[in-house]
């Protein structure tokens, strides 16, 4: 984990010519960053929206003919093209293809901008300096609390260890939570489970939480607590598993694609500016690892 930490200061100190824009308000206000030149831009409304499925559904239409379009959020679900087309237009295209009214769509506005790569080097210094909170307080853990409240005779690496997931996820889960809409828009388009379970996309930032209850409080007032300490291994050990593939398998697809799209961090993304990376994938190996060492030394 302090690996991680030095890696993602180093990453914030790189030199770079993408702009990102002028704060981490920017990128809440993108689905998809994509590397564009200057364009004149619509904005939309989409009533009728109501989850992440009515989204895909409306994306793979409009694909057809914006391949820049970008519809994002829910309540307003707001959509961006580059395209002349006009609401009528578009409503009769989701009508022929999507065969049902269900569906509307409103002009806002238009606007110009340029849209380009994420410069993400206050993103990486940001996300070393929480890597590091989070060890810090995981050694500080048994001093934080009342010899009452922690055994401090159970000073040992699994120890340790479940202080740091139990911090990652508490951290994590909250930044998850406070940005709970975007959350369960962006997630999805990384992730293959919450793709195709919409319960798993709702529920995952309240499972973090839970572990990280878990590990950072209520396992210390079990008297035999491996059963559960197992239990909860096993979960993040799958949880980190199904999410490292996905996005294992998204990121080598994007840099098969010279012309593909660059997905927002559903986690901090919308907070400290970061999009999908391999820092990304990193993260969830790092707690798969953690959680089978935690397993295996029981």
């Excluded at 010899?147 to 000073?155: D, E, K, L, M, V």
């Amino acid at each position: 984990m302090w690996v991680l930490s030095i890696i993602c200061i180093f990453l914030s100190f790189l030199p770079t010519n993408e702009s990102f824009g002028r704060s981490a308000t920017k990128i809440r206000n993108f689905h998809l960053l994509r590397m564009t030149k200057q364009l004149e831009q619509q904005t939309f409304e989409v009533q009728g929206v109501h989850c992440t499925s009515c989204i895909q559904k409306i994306n793979s239409v409009l694909k057809e003919i914006d391949r820049t379009a970008i519809i994002e959020g829910l309540n307003p679900t707001i959509l961006r093209l580059s395209s002349n087309a006009s609401s009528n237009e578009l409503n009769r295209l989701l009508q022929e293809k999507l065969n049902t009214t269900r569906y509307s769509i409103h002009s806002i506005s238009v606007t110009t901008h340029r849209n380009r790569l994420p410069k993400t080097n206050k993103g990486y210094l940001s996300l070393g300096l929480l890597y590091l909170l989070i060890s810090l307080l995981s050694l500080l853990h048994p001093h934080l609390f009342s010899s009452a409240f922690i055994n401090h005779n159970r000073r040992t690496i699994q120890s340790y260890l479940h202080h740091f997931m139990g911090y990652f996820y508490l951290i994590f889960g909250f930044f998850k939570i406070s940005n709970y809409s975007k959350f369960i828009s962006f997630y999805p388009l990384y992730n293959d489970v919450a793709r195709r379970f919409s319960w798993y996309n709702r529920l995952y930032p309240f499972v973090e939480i839970i572990v990280a209850i878990y590990f950072l409080f209520i396992r210390f007032f079990i008297q035999q607590s491996n059963h559960f300490d197992n239990l909860f291994s096993v979960v993040i050990s799958l949880i980190s598993s199904f999410s490292s593939i996905s996005i294992a398998r998204f990121l080598l697809q994007r840099n098969n694609n010279k012309n593909a799209e660059v997905a927002v961090c559903a986690c901090l993304g919308t907070v400290i500016s970061l999009p999908v990376t391999w820092i990304t994938f990193g993260e969830d190996i790092l707690m798969l690892l953690m959680s089978l060492f935690c397993l295996i030394r029981r």
